[in-house]
């Protein structure tokens, strides 16, 4: 072992591995771990995030020897036991399907490491794809690089066009690979709310924000996490961004930030980094072209020159004109790229000459004469009275738009200037030549972009000339008419492409929309607009911004809108995002009932089915057992009228769905295979047609109702189809949906590896998009992990907060699978009375609810509790034991049948009623379906056989 190695540490969470030493510490306790499992552990935290093949590990940890994979696990096992891996929320080692173990966790060196390696997360870094020009920043970058490192927080200060964004992107790809590649970008150019910075930069981490409290739920979210958030343009929202950045800085210890702004934010942590002009050639230095070509400031300027007009030969004839150039524009990046543009255009002469004859500009080449942003806005005027009459006003009118538009739009916004459409493309083409406009291509078509700092002065001239108003309405029709026209098309779109469509669109939205609502906006074009928008928020899970931009346009719809399709729209909008937000109260159902009402009167059966499904949803899990009922056959009438192979499916996905509750299986597969039959005939589910994706909907009611009735292997099959739909449909929610109606199958078959790992992955997927519902089912699905584990007191105190939290959201649906294992763990614990309360106050509520599919199990689960008190409960446990026989018989669910038989002839076998015993469990057994193997099954016979023995010895 090399002398480096010996003194290496490796850190993550409240635990320290000396590679060296061979020990593991915890709060500075050592903690037993045998060398095997130190061998696994040191490697595998020495390459974290990477995937570690078994057999890989085998090999390195048992060179000597031949073992199986199951002593690797076994190994695994006690590493996990000892990081009480996957206990609250602590994660560490994955179990990664049919291909090996990865360490999970934020790995950090100790005493003198020279290398840190970040395990990787689900959302990986993002930063532009776009190329960097670096010029003349390379000393800049290195020097932010190591600053960052040291201190954590960085602010690049520098006027508007100085580079601070290029330099911010340049040390974002120079640090990647400490991060782990953890390294995004929160563009906040586009935002003018301050209420919207946390969620802009949880966006940008690739997550959704629903507190009331984004910046506490942001910090919450990130704070086990090692990663570098650059925040890009603060200035304009900088009071919201210093209290966040402050936050981030002093309540994590990870969370490295690189602000640009032209501000401090004068918080604490913040070290200022001020970004300097690129150096340009003084006026008594020597003017040749190899000697200006030495500069960063020439270098740019003949590169953009060059990009514009072809390849460029600087002459020494023309080197002062350039060193003077730049020398006036005082290295001020982008001023210089607007001056290559008119060089490209107009000559190097004749520009030169242009700009000498505006002596403010002159002026500005000492450093103590104005303040420096006063440059890039000399340059834009002179910038803007270059151009023509049709340039300008196109210019101007343009400025609403945020990010990227299209010939199209720019077209709409800006009005007619002549009898057709030719000369404001003219005129596009004229301020793209002047890079006053920056273009991309995208699919095909050409898209166009106005930088920050040229949008901001577009802005001022709009001010002027008193069209600010007019034009921002005239924007915010022109975005609602563009999603209005898109919600055919977009659906038909594979995932990836409507969400960066949509996602591109986005600062555009929220500019119109802020406008319309804003004090000068207009209440018509607010309400069209939130209503067109919707889908867009809802398909990006802004679920907050979604509910803040509904309920302004509720308030604002007036008279003549309350019954309108708009309405409608609004209402059915606000309905899904509050089952989110805010759970499932009477604010849901009340919305939900409204667009219903609307819709009924409008005669729009499609948008009735849509709102259906969300109501259906709503009672689903809230076990409103009849009113599901009723929803669902309301459905299927009016999917007979529409004839329509979708809403049939969708109809019979809610028939499945209630009937599985009312504990008709075998009703409910029947339903289950009708959906599926009509599902298949269409090819792609089309998004937002319906609240619900029926599809995975219709596989899941399949596994569920197979498991119960005993038809296991098949069950499994189906699991394996809803999870891999659920998660191919690209919606956290519904994936989450998935996963948490299909763990229980496999905690059912006590499958614990891959319960492991489903719940794993249902905790980081609810947190990630704030799924608050089901990261609390994901919590109470671990706390039945460890009570299979036999780890009690655990798992008590994650099914007791599960169903607090579940309760609290009046989300039901999984509610009295957690309270039977939080009765056997209560039981085991010798809490007979708790364990008996609990489940006689669930059966009660079952009963009044007309939820059936969980009697054969409460009343089990009533009979374990009274058996294992004392002999004198024996007979009210026979009872129960005998009731819960019945429930399952009249629902078919065989698989239950079969553990409460088993449990009723232990029961019969204390009290030496052999024959009894017998004749219950031979009957379950043999209404199993025959070739089925599963734990349930062994331990009936393994019962069965000491019944037999005990038949014969009596005998």
Not at 283 to 307: G, K, M, W
Not at 451 to 462: Q, V
Not at 497 to 516: F, G, N, P
Not at 818 to 841: N, S
């Amino acid at each position: 072992m090399s002398g480096a190695a010996v003194h290496r540490k490796l850190k993550f969470g409240p635990f320290e591995l000396s590679i060296g030493e061979r020990v593991l510490r915890r709060d500075g306790q050592a903690l037993p771990l045998g060398d095997r499992a130190l061998d696994i552990l040191i490697y595998l935290a020495d390459r974290p995030g990477e995937v570690i093949a078994k057999q890989e590990l085998i090999d390195r940890v048992w060179s000597d020897v031949t073992v199986e994979e199951g002593s690797l696990r076994v190994h695994v096992a006690a590493i996990r036991k000892a990081l009480g891996d996957g206990q609250f929320g602590s994660r560490y080692i994955a179990n990664i399907k049919g291909r090996g173990y990865s360490f999970v966790g934020t790995v950090a060196p100790l005493g003198g490491g020279t290398e840190s390696r970040t395990a990787k997360f689900r959302h990986q870094g993002r930063l532009p794809v776009r190329p960097v020009m670096l010029i003349g920043r390379e000393t800049v970058v290195s020097e932010v690089s190591d600053k960052l490192r040291n201190e954590r927080f960085v602010t690049l200060l520098g006027p508007g066009g100085i580079g601070k964004t290029t330099v911010a992107l340049a040390v974002g790809r120079a640090v990647a690979e400490e991060f782990g590649g953890e390294v995004y970008l929160a563009d906040l150019e586009s935002l003018t709310d301050p209420q919207h910075v946390a969620g802009a930069v949880a966006t940008s981490l690739g997550l959704a924000l629903k507190s009331k409290e984004p910046g506490s739920e942001l910090i919450d979210l990130v704070r086990s996490r090692k990663l570098l958030i650059i925040l890009d343009s603060c200035e304009h929202v900088i009071e919201a961004i210093a209290l966040l950045a402050e936050q981030l800085y002093q309540e994590t210890e990870q969370i490295y930030l690189l602000a640009t702004s032209r501000e401090l934010l004068k918080v604490e942590g913040e070290h200022c980094w001020r970004v300097l002009p690129l150096d340009f050639p003084p006026d008594d230095s020597e003017q040749t072209a190899n000697a200006v070509l030495r500069y960063p400031a020439v270098q740019l300027f003949v590169r953009r020159v060059a990009a514009k007009a072809g390849s460029v030969l600087l002459t020494d004839e023309e080197a002062p004109f350039v060193g003077e150039m730049c020398r006036n524009l005082d290295g001020m990046p982008l001023a210089i790229e607007l001056a290559a543009g008119q060089v490209a255009a107009l000559g190097l002469k004749s520009t030169a000459s242009r700009l000498v004859s505006r002596p403010e500009l002159l002026k500005l080449s000492h450093r103590t004469a104005v303040p420096r942003h006063r440059t890039l806005k000399a340059t834009l005027d002179w910038s803007y009275d270059l151009l023509s009459d049709a340039e300008r006003i196109v210019f101007r009118r343009i400025a609403p738009f945020v990010g990227h538009f299209t010939l199209e739009g720019a077209r709409y916004v800006a009005g007619k200037l002549g009898e057709d459409a030719g000369e404001i493309f003219d005129a596009i083409a004229g301020l793209v030549e002047k890079s006053l406009i920056v273009t991309r291509l995208d699919d095909g078509q050409q898209r166009y972009r106005l930088l920050d700092p040229t949008r901001a002065y577009a802005l001022g001239k709009l001010e002027e000339h008193d069209e600010l108003d007019v034009i921002s309405g005239q924007h915010a029709k022109y975005v609602a008419e563009l999603l209005e026209s898109q919600r055919e098309m977009m659906p038909s779109l594979p995932r990836a492409r409507r969400t960066a469509a949509y996602s591109d669109q986005l600062s555009s939205i929220r500019a119109a929309l802020e406008w319309s609502f804003g004090r000068r906006g207009d209440d018509e074009i607010a309400t069209r607009l939130a209503a067109a928008s919707a889908q867009v928020f809802l398909e990006l899970s802004l679920l907050i911004e979604s509910q803040a931009w509904a309920e302004q346009a509720i308030a604002r719809l007036g008279i003549r809108n309350q019954d309108s399709r708009r309405a409608m729209e609004i209402y059915a909008s606000l309905s899904s995002v509050l089952m989110h937000t805010e759970g499932n109260d009477q604010h849901v159902r009340a919305s939900f009932s409204r667009a219903l009402e609307i819709a009924t009167n409008l005669g729009d059966i499609a948008y009735e089915l849509r709102l259906l499904s969300g109501l259906f949803m709503y009672s689903h899990w809230t076990m409103d057992i009849r009113g599901a009922t009723d929803i669902a056959a309301r459905s299927r009438e009016l999917a007979l009228k529409t004839r329509d192979s979708d809403d049939m499916a969708l109809a019979e996905s809610m028939l499945a769905a209630s009937n599985h509750l009312l504990g008709n299986h075998i009703i409910a597969q029947q339903h289950c295979e009708s959906g599926l039959r009509y599902s298949q005939s269409v090819p792609r589910f089309r998004p937002g047609q319906h609240l619900f994706h029926y599809t995975s909907f219709l596989l899941i009611g399949m596994a569920r109702s197979l498991l119960y009735s005993g038809l296991l292997d098949r069950s499994l099959q189906y699991a394996k189809l809803a999870l891999e739909e659920g998660e191919k449909s690209g919606h956290p929610a519904t994936f989450c949906r998935s996963l948490a109606l299909i763990v229980p199958i496999f905690l059912n078959m006590m499958d614990t590896r891959r319960s492991d790992q489903y719940i794993a992955e249902l905790s980081d997927l609810s947190a990630a998009h704030s799924l608050k519902p089901y990261s609390a089912i994901a919590t109470g699905l671990r706390g039945q992990w460890l009570l299979l584990q036999n780890n009690l007191l655990d798992a008590i105190s994650l099914l007791k907060r599960a169903l607090e939290e579940l309760h609290a959201q009046r989300q039901e649906m999984l509610s009295m699978d957690f309270a039977c294992d939080l009765a056997a763990a209560l039981m085991k614990v010798g809490g007979h009375e708790q364990a008996l309360r609990l489940i006689l106050d669930a059966i009660d509520v079952q009963q009044r609810v007309g939820k059936l599919l969980h009697m054969p199990a409460l009343f089990r689960m009533k009979g374990l509790i009274l058996a294992s008190r004392s002999a004198e409960h024996h007979f009210e446990a026979e009872g129960s034991l005998l009731s819960a026989i019945d429930w399952a018989k009249r629902q078919s669910a065989t698989l239950f049948e079969l553990k409460a038989a088993t449990d009723l002839a232990e029961l019969l076998l204390e009290q030496r009623r052999v024959s009894e015993a017998y004749k219950h469990l031979r009957a379950a057994l043999d209404r199993m379906p025959t070739g089925i193997v599963s734990p349930d099954h062994e331990r009936a016979l393994q019962v069965l056989n000491r019944l037999q023995s005990g038949t014969k010895a009596v005998g």
